[in-house]
């Protein structure tokens, strides 16, 4: 795994925000000065942002959890109370602990104030929406659907969140660490020139696997203990894992989007049927208006090198992102040094959501991350069909990856997809 990766969430910062105690109407529903929060998905990640969320004010406390599975929630919930930043924080109980599929809508009607939304990110752009219409701010993981009618979706949610003056805050972290946006600051500043291309990866060693068939009641269950193989839930992981390169690029690009792309993948290694219908390696160009170009690799195969990094060719240089590096072709090379070069981006991403809310100007990431998103979808439904497609393409598509129904019960098992066979719905 990359050092950075989520899933190292128990180093915790002992960082907080001393945010001063104003409001605006309507920021919370439970008056007073604490902010109650929400967590609904109870998995690793879901457990780091509780974490995290419970340090970024001094006046804030879990109330309520949510999962799936309850089993999932009793494990987090016993985990947050055996971390000493965050114990003192917990006033979960038994009747705010829900379970299923409706639970999500039984914890936004019991009085909380912000959302941490951090389930399998199918689910997102649903809960999101709902979330809002509830008059909840909301921090929402990435990346925020897995397909363009999701992605439709949560743009038109980060619309209406900012018309009611709540906060959405997505985790795309990257964007929430200092020495990037000095970096990132510094090439729209022209230190490179112009952006002519960049080249991102992500090649890592695969993650888990849970439970079998035989130890699930229904495919349904098996399906969702295991969401990461299912392009349903996750997106595959050119969508749940990559996305952050694609958000990188995004911020460099200055929110511009490709006119088309054109990928490769497969599923060489991750064969077993046990890992569902994902692939294990992609590779991505993609096109812009000025004919810049933006390339992507990326892998989850065991026993190979890997490499998790950002490159930005300029015309009058280049730039590591990763590096907090800038290199002008005259010479003079800048790395970010500042005191604060060490401290997680997942704490800072948290610190300023709840300073956002407490002042009244909550943050909207909705639709950066929306695009973000739809960059990593595009790249694998060229890799799925095989053709070159285009932004417009993805931005029209009718693609709905949903379920017929939400059920614990019999789930087909969605077909590997073969380039030159599969059609994008």
Not at 387 to 401: A, H, N, P, V
Request: glycine share 12%; aromatic share 10%.
């Amino acid at each position: 795994m990359h050092p950075a990766s989520r899933r190292t969430f128990l180093k915790a910062s002992t960082a907080a925000v001393a945010a001063p105690a104003l409001y605006t109407a309507g920021v919370h529903a439970a008056g007073g000065d604490t902010l109650r929060v929400g967590l609904v998905g109870c998995g690793g990640r879901g457990t780091g942002a509780a974490v995290n969320a419970l340090q970024a004010d001094p006046n804030v406390k879990l109330v309520a959890m949510c999962d799936a599975f309850m089993d999932r929630l009793q494990g987090s919930l016993a985990e947050l109370r055996n971390v000493k930043a965050a114990a003192g924080k917990i006033d979960v109980t038994p009747d705010r602990c829900f379970d299923g599929f409706d639970g999500y809508k039984k914890l936004l009607g019991c009085g909380v104030d912000v959302v941490l939304l951090c389930t399998p990110p199918g689910f997102r752009p649903q809960h999101l929406r709902e979330a809002v219409d509830a008059g909840k701010h909301v921090f929402c993981e990435k990346p925020v659907a897995v397909d363009p009618t999701g992605v439709r979706s949560v743009i038109e949610t980060a619309k209406l969140a900012r018309e009611k003056n709540l906060g959405l805050c997505s985790g795309f972290c990257f964007r929430y660490e200092q020495g990037k946006r000095e970096t990132v600051k510094r090439i729209h500043g022209g230190a490179i020139g112009d952006v002519l291309a960049m080249h991102i990866t992500y090649l890592t060693g695969p993650l888990w696997f849970r439970k079998e068939r035989e130890a699930c009641g229904s495919d349904m269950e098996y399906q969702m203990r295991n969401w990461y193989y299912y392009t349903w839930l996750c997106g595959d992981f050119i969508v749940e894992q990559h996305c952050h390169n694609f958000d990188k690029a995004n911020w460099v690009f200055g929110g511009e989007m490709p006119v088309a792309c054109t990928v490769v993948g497969g599923r060489q290694v991750r064969t077993d049927p046990k890992y569902g219908q994902i692939y294990d390696h992609f590779a991505a160009t993609f096109e812009f208006k000025n004919g810049a170009r933006l390339t992507s690799a990326c892998r989850q195969m065991p026993g190979c090198s890997g490499d998790v990094n950002d490159y930005v060719i300029g015309s009058k240089g280049n730039a590591h992102l990763m590096k907090h590096r800038v290199a002008p072709a005259g010479g003079g090379a800048w790395e970010y040094g500042g005191e604060d070069k060490d401290k997680s981006m997942y704490d800072v991403e948290h610190d300023e959501l709840f300073a956002s809310i407490r002042a009244g100007k909550p943050i909207n990431d909705g639709e950066t991350a929306a695009h973000s998103t739809m960059l990593a979808i595009l790249a694998r439904e060229s890799a799925y069909s095989g053709k070159r497609l285009t932004w417009k393409q993805m931005m029209e598509s009718k693609l709905d990856l949903r379920p017929a129904e939400y059920a614990w019960g019999p789930l087909p098992t969605p077909v590997v997809p073969t380039p030159g066979v599969y059609v994008m719905g």
